[in-house]
């Protein structure tokens, strides 16, 4: 059976489509800083998710991905699994599931950190961390402003009522 010259250009169409459909949904490595806000003297991980399949070896980089940027490199099937890069310091602490841990931050640990993931599906992502003096929150949100409010109204409210029933039944009383 013979393909005409169209069909054939329709279908190699469709492959590149559902091929571009394939690089994205393995494309869906992602880096979350735990806790959101990294403090001095605190502890963070940049947590790893979405790696498809069987991890075998990771490799988190300062920066752009380069060997002169590694910090760490961890292959699973070796002991120990973790080999320190150009730029690895005491306080990175490459984690089994792929995840950086850093320790007793420091802000001059704030940078750009890549990992890329050699799983089923080779991934690559980047975090920016940003070393705070403090993580105060400097105030209130504003769902908590406004449950403070209906909170205070609600109150005021049953003491009104409370009052007014008082009231009522004492006057009740009076004019027995």
């Known amino acids: 059976m013979f393909c005409s ?26 880096i979350q800083l735990i806790p959101d806000c990294a403090s001095v003297g605190k502890n963070v991980t940049l947590s790893v998710s979405g790696i498809n399949g069987n991890l075998n070896s ?20 070796i002991t120990p699994p973790s080999a320190p890069g150009p730029k690895n310091f005491s306080d990175a602490i490459g984690l089994p599931n792929g995840s950086l841990l850093i320790t007793n931050l420091k802000t001059e640990y704030s940078n750009t950190y890549t990992v ?55 006057n009740s009383r009076e004019n027995i």
């Open 116 to 170: 890329q993931v050699q799983a089923s599906t080779p991934g690559q992502a980047s975090a920016e961390l940003t070393v705070e003096k403090s993580c105060d929150s400097g105030g209130l949100t504003p769902g908590q402003i406004a449950g403070i409010v209906i909170g205070v109204l609600v109150g005021v409210a049953l003491i009104a009522a409370a009052a007014y029933f008082i009231c009522k039944h004492l």
């Open 5 to 30: 010259r169209g069909a054939l250009s329709l279908r190699v169409y469709q492959l590149k489509v559902l091929l571009s459909l394939c690089m994205v949904a393995a494309s869906s490595l992602t």
């Open 58 to 77: 990771f490799t988190w980089y300062l920066g752009e991905p380069s060997a002169s940027n590694q910090i760490i490199n961890y292959i699973v099937s």
